[in-house]
Nanobody, 121 residues
Framework: QVQLVESGGGLVQPGGSLRLSCAAS????????MAWYRQAAGKQRELAAS???????SYADSVKGRFTISRDNAKNTVHLQMNSLKPEDTAVYYC???????????????WGQGTQVTVSS
């Protein structure tokens, strides 16, 4: 089993910054992908940013140039640095990981519990 612990959400004024973190622990041989999704009230969950084990990164167009995703493979942790925050960034942010628990065999995806980010004056 794998546990994901998210931290770093909160209330921030427009133009401010927040840093989200997600730490994975448990039966982990390797982590294939780590990503942050977000879901605003009344909207579908969407990908904000993802990073592969090789370091390949992708961002939603709406966050490009403002958000930076990074990962610490030694600590099985992914971070999302969010700068120049806008009210439309308000959402619950979820960490998602794709994990290989053993040298061979399938991969599994896991979701964090979500952390609220509110951008408001």
């Amino acid at each position: 089993q794998v546990q994901l612990v998210e931290s770093g959400g909160g209330l921030v004024q427009p133009g401010g910054s927040l840093r989200l973190s997600c730490a994975a622990s448990g039966s982990i041989f390797s982590i294939v992908t780590m990503a942050w999704y977000r879901q605003a009230a009344g909207k579908q969950r969407e990908l904000a940013a993802s990073i592969s084990s090789s370091g390949s990164i992708s961002y939603a167009d709406s966050v490009k140039g403002r958000f930076t995703i990074s990962r610490d493979n030694a600590k099985n942790t992914v971070h999302l640095q969010m700068n120049s925050l806008k009210p439309e960034d308000t959402a619950v942010y979820y960490c998602r990981t794709v994990i290989r628990p053993a040298v061979t065999g399938p991969t599994y995806q896991y979701w964090g519990q979500g952390t609220q980010v509110t951008v408001s004056s």
